[in-house]
């Protein structure tokens, strides 16, 4: 990089611009599926008269199903989570142990990258806690990841009142 250009954006850098996402989610009982895209319309930011970045489109594809094992209180739930940008893609392959549906273990591999300890429990009033550590193995090793998941998770009930009518008419 050129002494100058390398001036001109290590001081603090300002943009603004429109950017637009959108996703669809199912999940029933025992399976899941998902998929969602960021920067669906690619769009730049002018950071100065010398740097200009496109932020590329990025999809998220994901799924996982539930197995329960036959008078056991365990669930096991393999899952996929594809992440790329049309030229790059990274792919995590996840198996998740679930005692009581209540309490999870479990690993997760990411292609050419990393070996993930997954643990968490869910407390009676919708509330998630979770951690995970990346063991990694690609040229990044040596960095250790260490993430904490909190969630709150909450149903939300349509459901049609029942009607009444007192006049004949509408009998």
């Not at 920067?39 to 994901?62: A, C, K, M, Y």
């Amino acid at each position: 990089i050129e002494d100058g250009l390398l001036q001109s954006i290590s001081g603090e850098l300002n943009a603004n611009t429109f950017d637009l996402g959108m996703g669809v989610f199912y999940k029933d009982k025992r399976m899941y599926s998902g998929i969602s895209v960021m920067h669906l319309h690619q769009p730049s930011l002018n950071l100065n008269e010398n740097l200009d970045v496109q932020l590329q489109r990025t999809w998220f594809i994901t799924g996982g199903y539930s197995f329960s094992l036959i008078d056991k209180p365990i669930d096991i739930e393999p899952q996929f989570f594809l992440k790329t940008d049309e030229s790059i893609y990274q792919l995590d392959i996840s198996t998740i142990c679930k005692y009581k549906k209540r309490y999870w273990g479990g690993l997760s591999y990411r292609l050419q990258d990393a070996i993930v300890l997954l643990a968490g429990f869910e407390m009676k009033n919708g509330i998630k806690v979770g951690y995970s550590y990346d063991f990694t193995t690609s040229h990044l090793a040596g960095f250790q990841t260490h993430e904490v998941m909190f969630s709150y998770s909450f149903t939300v009930g349509v459901s049609k009142k029942s009607k009444h009518y007192r006049s004949v008419r509408y009998l």
